[in-house]
């Protein structure tokens, strides 16, 4: 069993970790695709913070896993209003012009 500070170790720095990812200003702005939280049946889809870097992009620079998981909700969301109700940012404009760019027929 383990002792009690290590126990409550783990679920503290994922909280300092996420509060640092979380502060604005000084962030990147490029990174990761928002998904939301998991849900069998989602209604709505999330505003994206941030532009796709370079592992969403496909070719020699891409993560495989990376694109197929941004194409996956991006074909299954794509019609889906935003959740806050609100326009596309230029943000969600730039990971659905990713999308468009990659699932294009030549």
């Given amino acids: 069993m383990p002792s009690r500070p290590r126990r409550f170790a783990a679920p503290l720095l994922l909280s300092a970790a996420l509060a640092l990812t979380s502060c604005g200003g000084s962030g990147s702005s490029t990174g990761a695709l928002a998904t939301g939280a998991p849900s069998p049946r989602l209604t ?20 495989p896993l990376a694109v197929l998981t941004m194409l996956r909700y991006f074909t299954a969301q794509k019609s889906l209003p935003f959740c806050d109700g609100k326009p596309p940012t230029a943000q969600d404009a730039a990971w659905a012009r990713l999308y468009t760019g990659l699932t294009r027929r030549s």
Wanted: proline content about 5%; glycine content about 16%.
């Fill in 44 to 63: 709505c889809r999330v505003h994206q913070q941030v532009l796709p870097d370079h592992d969403y992009t496909g070719g020699k620079d891409g993560k």
